[in-house]
């Protein structure tokens, strides 16, 4: 059953004092939620109930706001449900009337939302944090004409893979499967598996590597033993077990120079993708192709790119989001060399980094090609994107660009913050000078002579 209107959840406490009367009402969350049509979640999300009985669901607005918090504030889904509990801010901007001391939600419920929702609906809450920076004068239209592009690797959360590791891993998931489905194995090679996965540990931190490779071909000995025991003994093999014998076949078969490797039993989507870095040659997860705005970086488009594909074939569904999410396409796109040779929709010029014999004006605008880095490094230490917790490929498109829909949040924080603090600076510099009212508006910008009339009303 779809969630209740708005009208109907409202509850009228005489006794209980509201939100609104405890709060700073010039705190930037508190403006933040005034930039946000949260109306249009509950129109755009609620054509996902089919079903008409059972018990209302949470409201759009408790569920969209939970997830924004949770990626501005880089939290776990249970962190940001027991920050919510204890923070008036944030319950004022999920909507709620009255201080609750109650959990909003269990966190399950942020996993089946995300799952509810999908790519399109994660896709829809960036598109509103783009209106709201818009709306908070963050940026103009005229921004989304020039756009920088570049990708990233979002890492999985996942261990870093071993041969020994995997291949003991798979060999036991694939008895315990075997156990629960009432094969009697012929041998499990538990106490001399662990022992080998071990020992072939102790040979790499030596650098013994004939030794080590020794402990690991018999590792993979014993899987392959007990693949071959259970294909024998399985008439009708059941779901769970056929997972893993597939799983555990296709790390049996693979070899060193292989395209497309396992590198997690229960994360077989992620990739090892190398993008020149000294720290980290090699990085497991997904490719995020990132777009922002030349001038503020402002993130218009983030979409994972399954497969490791080139840089530049990323361009054409990359500028598609940006299109879609905010309603043009750009007229010029930034990027590095790494896009040399792609292909740009027309109407729309790419423009690659040392690039000659430009006019002075596209010189200018190329030297902004950089702004795209910091916001990566941003995301990956203010927010969540350092790490991808979320299931499945599904799970990488709805963590990308959710990441991508909290960097915008923090800077639209950061901008009302400083925009406050300037605004309400200056205004106690011309009440200690006794300024008139008209001489102490117009002494300010347009833009924060009108705050400055909204904040006095």
């Not at 783009?130 to 959360?157: N, Y």
């Not at 007229?331 to 002075?360: C, F, M, W």
């Not at 994107?385 to 990308?400: F, P, S």
């Not at 008139?436 to 300010?444: C, D, G, I, V």
């Amino acid at each position: 059953m779809g969630p209740k209107p708005a009208d109907e959840r409202a509850d009228h406490d005489l006794f209980r004092t509201e939100l609104l009367n405890l709060i700073n009402q010039r705190h930037e969350l508190v403006r933040l939620a005034g930039l946000i049509d949260w109306q249009a979640f509950e129109a755009e999300w609620s054509p996902q109930f089919a079903s008409t009985t059972g018990r209302p669901a949470l409201p759009t607005r408790l569920m969209a706001a939970l997830l924004y918090l949770k990626h501005v504030y880089a939290l776990s889904d249970e962190d940001v449900c027991e920050g919510w509990r204890e923070n008036p801010y944030w319950q004022h901007f999920s909507g709620e009337r009255y201080f609750q001391h109650e959990l909003p939600c269990d966190p399950s419920s942020l996993v089946r939302w995300r799952q509810r929702i999908g790519e399109a609906g994660c896709e829809w809450l960036l598109a509103h944090s783009i209106e709201a920076a818009r709306k908070g004068g963050l940026i103009k239209r005229q921004s989304l004409d020039h756009v920088v592009l570049d990708t990233t690797v979002q890492p999985k959360a996942i261990a870093h893979p071993t041969d020994s590791r995997l291949l003991n891993r798979a060999r036991e998931q694939l008895v315990d499967a075997a156990q629960r489905e009432g094969i009697e194995l012929r041998q499990s090679y538990a106490r001399v598996g662990q022992a080998a996965e071990h020992q072939a540990g102790r040979y790499a931190h030596a650098k013994q590597y004939r030794r080590m490779h020794r402990e690991i071909r018999k590792l993979r000995t014993w899987l392959g033993r007990v693949i071959r025991d259970v294909q024998r003994k399985a008439n009708g093999v059941g779901p769970e077990l056929k997972a893993k014998l597939d799983i555990a076949t296709r790390l049996h078969a693979q070899k060193r120079g292989d395209k497309n490797k396992l590198y997690a039993l229960h994360a077989p989507e992620a990739e090892c993708i190398a993008k020149g870095k000294a720290r980290t040659p090699y990085e497991f997860g997904v490719k995020v192709s990132i777009a922002v705005t030349a001038k503020e970086g402002l993130v218009v488009g983030m979409r994972s790119m399954p497969g490791n594909p080139y840089d530049g074939h990323t361009v054409g569904s990359q500028l598609e989001q940006v299109a879609i999410l905010t309603g043009q396409v750009p007229k010029i796109v930034l990027a590095d060399r790494g896009y040399r040779g792609a292909q740009t929709p027309e109407g729309t010029r790419l423009l690659i980094s040392h690039t000659r014999r430009l006019p002075n004006r596209l010189k200018k605008l190329l030297k902004r090609r950089q702004v795209v880095e910091p916001m990566i490094g941003h995301m990956k230490s203010d927010g969540l994107l350092a790490k991808n917790w979320l299931k499945g490929a599904t799970g990488d498109a709805l963590h990308a660009i959710l990441c991508g829909a909290g960097h915008n949040l923090r800077m639209i924080l950061a901008h009302l913050r400083v925009l406050y603090c300037a605004v309400w600076g200056l205004m106690a510099l011309a009440a200690s000078l006794e300024w008139p009212m008209k001489a102490q508006t117009s002494a300010l910008p347009s833009l924060m002579a009108r705050r400055v009339l909204l904040a006095r009303d």
